[in-house]
C-alpha cells in the first residue's frame, strides 16, 4: 500500500498573518543596564593638588567598612607642604622683625632730615636779618661776607627739604615693599594651611566606603598607592535615600528617556521585581576603559516605591527597559 504526503497550502490570505505574529514577536528586544545602589546623600574623596605631580595615600579606609560622620577616610601625603608651611611661618617671623627694624630707622633718618631743615630755616631767617640791617658802620666787605652767608644757608635749606622729601619717600616706599613681602608669605601659609586641611578627609555621613577603581589598571584604589590630583579615591554614602546608578553606552543612550519607567531587578532579590523612573541621563559623556573604548553616559533611576528591603550601597541591579528595534 502507498501513502501520500499532501502538501500544506498558503493561500495568500494567510502569509500576512504569519509575518506579523513573528514580527510582533522579534521587534520588542528589551535594553538591560547593569547597575547598583547607591545613596544620593554620599561624599566623594578626590586627590588634591599638592606640590607635585603625583601624591601618597597615606592611610585609606577599608573597602566596606562602616564609617561614622566625622571618622577620618583618607590621609594624603602632606610631608612636603608641611616644611613648606613651616618655612613660611618662620620666614613671616623674620620678616616681621625686619619691618620693625626698618620702620625704626627710615623713620630715623626721616626725622633726623627734618631737624636738619628746621636748622637751615633758622639759618636763612638770621642771614636774613643780618642782611636786612642798614648800617653806616658795616662795610661793604662785612655786607659781602653777609650776603655770602645768606645764600650759602637758602641753598643747604634747598638741599634738607630735598633730603626730608626723599627720607619721606624712601619711608613709604621701603615700608611698603616689606609689606608687600609680609603679605605674600601670609598668602602662602594660607594656601598650606587650607591645602593640609584637604589632606586630612573626615567622614561627612554614616555609611559604607567604596574605594575607587584605579584608572590606568582597574584596580581598587589601596593605601600606599600614588595618586594624581582630580583622581576620584573613595566615596562614603549615607544608608538613606538610596537610587541607582549606571553608565550606558553612547549607543543605547540614544534609547533612554528622562521620565521612562523602567523595571529593576536585585541580584540578591531574583524573585522579585522593582519599578523605578528614569530621573536624570548625563549630558557629559565619561570614558570606561574597564568596559571598553566607547564612552558611557551616567544614568539615576528613582525606586517608584523604596523596597522593603534591607540595602546597601553598591549592591548589583539589572535594569530592564522595554523597547522598539528599530
Same mark, same amino acid.
Given at each position: #500500500?502507498?501513502?501520500?504526503? @499532501?502538501?500544506?497550502?498558503?493561500?495568500?490570505?494567510?502569509?500576512?498573518?504569519?509575518?506579523?505574529?513573528?514580527?510582533?514577536?522579534?521587534?520588542?528586544?528589551?535594553?538591560?543596564?547593569?547597575?547598583?545602589? $547607591?545613596?544620593? $546623600?554620599?561624599?566623594?574623596?578626590? $586627590?588634591?593638588?599638592?606640590?607635585? =605631580?603625583?601624591?601618597?595615600?597615606? =592611610?585609606?579606609?577599608?573597602?566596606?567598612?562602616?564609617?561614622?560622620?566625622?571618622?577620618?577616610?583618607? %590621609?594624603?601625603?602632606?610631608?612636603?607642604?608641611?616644611?613648606?608651611?613651616?618655612?613660611?611661618?618662620?620666614?613671616? *617671623?623674620?620678616? &616681621?622683625?625686619?619691618?620693625?627694624?626698618?620702620?625704626?630707622? &627710615?623713620?630715623?633718618?626721616?626725622? *633726623?632730615?627734618?631737624?636738619?631743615?628746621?636748622?637751615?630755616?633758622?639759618?636763612?631767617?638770621?642771614?636774613?636779618?643780618?642782611?636786612?640791617?642798614?648800617?653806616?658802620? %658795616?662795610?661793604?666787605?662785612?655786607?659781602?661776607?653777609?650776603?655770602?652767608?645768606?645764600?650759602?644757608?637758602?641753598?643747604?635749606?634747598?638741599?634738607?627739604?630735598?633730603?626730608?622729601?626723599?627720607?619721606?619717600?624712601?619711608?613709604?616706599?621701603?615700608?611698603?615693599?616689606?609689606? &608687600?613681602?609680609?603679605?605674600?608669605?601670609?598668602?602662602?601659609?594660607?594656601?598650606?594651611?587650607?591645602?593640609?586641611?584637604?589632606?586630612?578627609?573626615?567622614?561627612?555621613?554614616?555609611?559604607?566606603?567604596?574605594?575607587?577603581?584605579?584608572?590606568?589598571?582597574?584596580?581598587?584604589?589601596?593605601?600606599? #598607592?600614588?595618586?594624581?590630583?582630580?583622581?576620584?579615591?573613595?566615596?562614603?554614602?549615607?544608608?538613606?535615600?538610596?537610587?541607582?546608578?549606571?553608565?550606558?553606552?553612547?549607543?543605547?543612550?540614544?534609547?533612554? !528617556?528622562?521620565?521612562?519607567?523602567?523595571?529593576?531587578?536585585?541580584?540578591?532579590? @531574583?524573585?522579585? !521585581?522593582? #519599578?523605578?523612573?528614569?530621573?536624570?541621563?548625563?549630558?557629559?559623556? *565619561?570614558?570606561?576603559?574597564?568596559?571598553?573604548?566607547?564612552?558611557?553616559?551616567?544614568?539615576?533611576?528613582?525606586?517608584?516605591?523604596?523596597?522593603?528591603? !534591607?540595602?546597601?550601597?553598591? #549592591?548589583?541591579?539589572?535594569?530592564?527597559?522595554?523597547?522598539?528595534?528599530?
Amino acid at each position: #500500500m502507498k501513502f501520500r504526503i @499532501a502538501p500544506t497550502l498558503l493561500t495568500i490570505a494567510t502569509v500576512p498573518f504569519l509575518l506579523m505574529s513573528v514580527a510582533s514577536s522579534a521587534n520588542v528586544v528589551p535594553l538591560i543596564l547593569s547597575g547598583k545602589v $547607591a545613596s544620593s $546623600a554620599k561624599q566623594t574623596v578626590v $586627590a588634591p593638588r599638592g606640590s607635585s =605631580w603625583n601624591i601618597q595615600l597615606q =592611610w585609606l579606609a577599608e573597602e566596606g567598612q562602616i564609617v561614622a560622620k566625622g571618622d577620618p577616610v583618607v %590621609v594624603f601625603d602632606g610631608t612636603t607642604e608641611q616644611a613648606r608651611l613651616e618655612q613660611s611661618q618662620e620666614r613671616l *617671623e623674620t620678616l &616681621l622683625l625686619e619691618y620693625k627694624q626698618l620702620d625704626m630707622r &627710615l623713620n630715623q633718618a626721616l626725622t *633726623e632730615a627734618q631737624g636738619r631743615f628746621k636748622v637751615a630755616k633758622m639759618q636763612v631767617a638770621k642771614a636774613q636779618i643780618e642782611v636786612s640791617v642798614d648800617s653806616s658802620t %658795616v662795610s661793604d666787605y662785612q655786607k659781602g661776607q653777609q650776603q655770602m652767608v645768606l645764600e650759602r644757608a637758602l641753598l643747604e635749606k634747598i638741599q634738607s627739604q630735598e633730603a626730608m622729601k626723599t627720607a619721606e619717600k624712601q619711608l613709604v616706599a621701603g615700608l611698603e615693599k616689606k609689606n &608687600l613681602d609680609i603679605l605674600k608669605v601670609r598668602d602662602d601659609i594660607q594656601y598650606y594651611e587650607k591645602l593640609l586641611t584637604k589632606f586630612n578627609v573626615i567622614a561627612q555621613h554614616t555609611g559604607p566606603v567604596s574605594c575607587a577603581n584605579h584608572p590606568w589598571y582597574g584596580t581598587k584604589i589601596t593605601s600606599g #598607592m600614588n595618586v594624581q590630583p582630580s583622581w576620584k579615591i573613595l566615596d562614603v554614602q549615607a544608608t538613606s535615600e538610596y537610587q541607582i546608578e549606571s553608565f550606558v553606552h553612547e549607543i543605547d543612550a540614544l534609547a533612554l !528617556t528622562e521620565g521612562e519607567r523602567v523595571m529593576i531587578k536585585f541580584d540578591a532579590f @531574583a524573585s522579585e !521585581t522593582f #519599578m523605578g523612573t528614569i530621573e536624570d541621563i548625563g549630558s557629559q559623556a *565619561e570614558s570606561k576603559p574597564q568596559l571598553s573604548n566607547a564612552t558611557y553616559f551616567p544614568v539615576i533611576i528613582r525606586f517608584d516605591t523604596l523596597p522593603k528591603r !534591607t540595602l546597601f550601597p553598591g #549592591m548589583s541591579v539589572r535594569i530592564i527597559k522595554e523597547r522598539t528595534h528599530g
